[in-house]
C-alpha cells in the first residue's frame, strides 16, 4: 500500500463524499449524533453510508465490506422493483389509465375550456395548444388526475375509517414524488389530521387504491409499520398483504407524469 493510499483511509470521513469499497459506491452522510455506521439502499438504487463523525475511512470500508451479501441481496431486490414508467405522447388516442380502466386521449381544435383536461364521452380531451406546450400539458393532465382522484376518494374515507373506528382525516390528492400516501397527524389533539394521496395512484384499480386509504387511515392511529399496524389493517382487510404485493408490482408501471 501506498503512503498516499494509507494517508487516506486513515482520514476522517467527509460529509457528502463519495467512497468506493469493493466496485460498490457509496454516498457518505455523516452525522454527529449517530454512535454506529448504517447502511441504507435508496429508492433509485443508490447507496447511502451513515456514518459517526470522526471516524477514519478504513473503518468505514471494513464495515461495508462485512456487510456485502446485504448490500448485494438488497440491490438486486431494488433493481427488480425498479419503476418500469414508460413516458407518454401528447397524441391521439395515447392511452391513460383512471381507476384500472383505460382512456384514450382526444387532441381536439377547439376546446371551450383549453386549459383543463376533461373526460368527455369516454375520452380524455385536451386542446391542441396544450398537447404542443408539454409542461403546461403535463400540468393540466396531474390537475385532473388531482380532482377526480379527490373526487373519488373522498366518499371511500367514510366506510374504512368507520371499519377502523378512526376519526376522518382532511384529504388532499397531490404530488408525492414515487410515494402513493402519506398521513400527518393534526397539530392540535383534537384536530384532524391530513391524508394525502399521490396522483399516480388513481390510475390504479379501485380496490388498489382502498388497499392505500385504508393503510393511512391506519396510520390515524398507529405511526409507523410494527405488528400492531399491521394487525389493525388486517382486522379491516384481511387481504392486505395480497393487495400490497399487487400495488408493488402494478404501481411501478404507472405514469408517472413523464412526456416525451
Ligand atoms: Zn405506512
Not at 471494513?62 to 448485494?72: D, K, P, Q, S, Y
Amino acid at each position: 500500500m501506498t503512503a498516499l493510499a494509507d494517508d487516506r483511509i486513515s482520514q476522517a470521513l467527509a460529509e457528502g463524499s463519495l467512497l468506493t469499497v469493493d466496485g460498490l459506491d457509496l454516498r457518505v452522510k455523516v452525522s454527529g449524533r449517530r454512535k454506529r455506521f448504517a447502511l441504507t439502499v435508496e429508492s433509485d438504487a443508490g447507496l447511502t453510508l451513515h456514518a459517526p463523525a470522526g471516524r477514519p475511512a478504513r473503518e468505514a470500508e471494513e464495515f461495508v465490506r462485512a456487510h456485502r451479501t446485504w448490500v448485494v441481496t438488497k440491490l438486486a431486490v431494488r433493481e427488480r422493483t425498479l419503476p418500469l414508467t414508460p413516458a407518454k405522447r401528447l397524441v391521439d388516442g395515447e392511452v391513460f389509465r383512471y381507476l384500472g380502466r383505460t382512456y384514450r386521449l382526444a387532441v381536439v381544435d377547439d376546446e371551450a375550456d383549453g386549459s383543463r383536461v376533461r373526460l368527455i364521452a369516454g375520452r380524455l380531451v385536451m386542446s391542441r395548444e396544450q398537447a404542443e406546450a408539454p409542461d403546461r400539458a403535463r400540468a393540466a393532465l396531474v390537475d385532473w388526475y388531482c380532482r377526480a382522484g379527490q373526487n373519488w376518494a373522498v366518499g371511500r374515507l367514510q366506510p374504512w375509517a368507520a371499519r377502523m373506528g378512526v376519526a376522518e382525516p382532511e384529504l388532499d390528492v397531490c404530488d408525492l414524488g414515487r410515494r402513493w400516501g402519506r398521513y400527518r397527524p393534526g397539530q392540535s389533539e383534537y384536530g384532524p389530521g391530513r391524508m394525502s394521496l399521490g396522483w399516480p395512484l388513481f390510475q390504479l384499480p379501485m380496490h388498489l387504491v382502498d388497499y392505500v386509504v385504508a393503510h393511512e387511515l391506519a396510520h390515524v392511529r398507529v405511526p409507523g409499520h410494527r405488528a400492531d399496524f399491521w394487525r389493525l389493517l388486517g382486522q379491516a382487510l384481511p387481504e392486505y398483504a395480497e393487495r400490497r404485493a399487487e400495488l408493488d408490482e402494478l404501481g411501478r408501471r404507472m405514469w408517472m407524469g413523464e412526456i416525451a
